[in-house]
């Protein structure tokens, strides 16, 4: 199988040289060839995405003549048409990324200005990191960003949720208020966008981590409403609760403690090298004499390199089991690294998971 190519590797010469042409078709005196040395120079090709985009943002700044507000109008002039849908943020307007960059880097002195900007640049890609600095200096900065939240616009709302959000992937870690960031939420919750949904969502599971009572006693309330949008944005928001068998979270979407019983339980083959697949079978039986609703997880306990085991849960069903049945159940694994996950050789373990209950549980072997 190819390997997959590095999100680095996005900004080419090609795409450097595009950029440069665009602003040297509105700034006069920007020198493409320059801007493509500085930018490809010195070390280029061992810098990480983020140190490559930040590169760009600041050579950038350099070819413009430093000045915050006309490098904020010059990324302005260069913007491309407002995306219709929420599909293209991270394809055609990747390029877009290092004006974020430059915009947090360089203008922080010009909030009004610089948040003007950064509205304009949602529409057509993201301004999620470029707003943060602006809102971990400036308190007032939350005003726009509640302006934002009523926009008729579905990208100026996801960014009044992603650009808030506390644990942000690859951005800083940000504490905003809560007294301020759940009515923005709160305006949100309803919202008719996917797009918006899954933001607010993954906010609010941002927001758990370390506000776990108050947050799941608001998401019971707009559970309540029973309004198809909320009732999603509130499912997501919990997954992890869900994975962890929370009993509270657990009865807010209709999983009572299963009376069920996993039998049969094993993994072939029961030694397996790194690269290659195990199937995970069991039988789910239940005595109950009324129908139940069933949500099944297997927890795979990855050997790590200390000897320890990592839990990691697969969502396997979500079902409802009729009364007296019995439900043969499998599943395929396969043993392949992941950015996120490397393997170890040793015991490894699965585990059944029924409602938020362990109910059974195996080990196979994993060889290099």
Request: hydrophobic share 40%.
């Amino acid at each position: 199988m190819a390997e997959a190519p590095k999100l680095k590797d996005y900004f080419t010469p090609q795409v450097i040289t595009e950029i440069g042409e665009r602003f040297a078709a509105t700034a006069p005196g920007f020198d493409v060839d320059r801007f493509c040395q500085a930018v490809l120079s010195n070390g280029w090709d061992d810098l990480t995405f983020t140190a490559r985009t930040g590169r760009v943002g600041d050579v950038l700044w350099d070819q413009l003549g430093r000045d915050p507000l006309i490098a904020l109008q010059h990324i302005e002039a260069v913007l491309p048409d407002e995306l219709g849908d929420p599909e293209g943020a991270l394809t055609e307007g990747f390029w877009m990324w290092p004006l974020g960059d430059l915009i947090a880097a360089h203008t922080v002195d010009h909030p009004d200005a610089a948040l003007t900007t950064i509205e304009a640049l949602t529409r057509r890609f993201t301004g999620e990191f470029a707003v943060r600095p602006f809102l971990a200096r400036y308190p007032e900065t939350l005003d726009r960003v509640e302006a934002w939240a009523t926009s008729d616009n579905e990208h100026v709302r996801r960014l009044a949720s992603e650009g808030t959000r506390p644990r942000l992937p690859w951005a800083t870690r940000l504490t905003l208020p809560l007294e301020r960031i759940l009515p923005i939420l709160a305006t949100l919750r309803r919202d008719r966008s996917r797009y918006v949904q899954r933001s607010v969502a993954n906010h609010l599971n941002d927001l758990a981590k370390d506000n776990g009572e108050r947050i799941v006693s608001l998401l019971e309330e707009w559970h309540a409403e029973d309004v198809p949008e909320t009732t999603w944005i509130v499912r997501h928001a919990m997954r992890n609760h869900l994975k962890d068998g929370d009993p509270r979270v657990l009865a807010l979407f209709g999983y009572q403690p299963a009376d069920a019983a996993v039998g049969d339980l094993t993994v072939t083959p029961e030694t397996v090298a790194v690269g290659q697949t195990v199937t995970i079978d069991f039988t789910l039986t239940t005595g109950a004499t009324a129908p139940q609703r069933i949500m099944v997880d297997l927890v795979v306990g990855y050997r790590k390199a200390n000897g320890s085991v990592g839990p990691k849960v697969f969502k396997f069903r979500d079902f409802e089991l009729a009364a007296a049945a019995t439900e043969p159940c499998t599943r395929s694994l396969a043993m392949v690294e992941r950015s996120t996950r490397k393997l170890h050789p040793g015991h490894h373990t699965v585990a059944v998971r029924v409602n938020g209950a362990d109910l059974a549980e195996t080990t196979f072997e994993l060889t290099t």
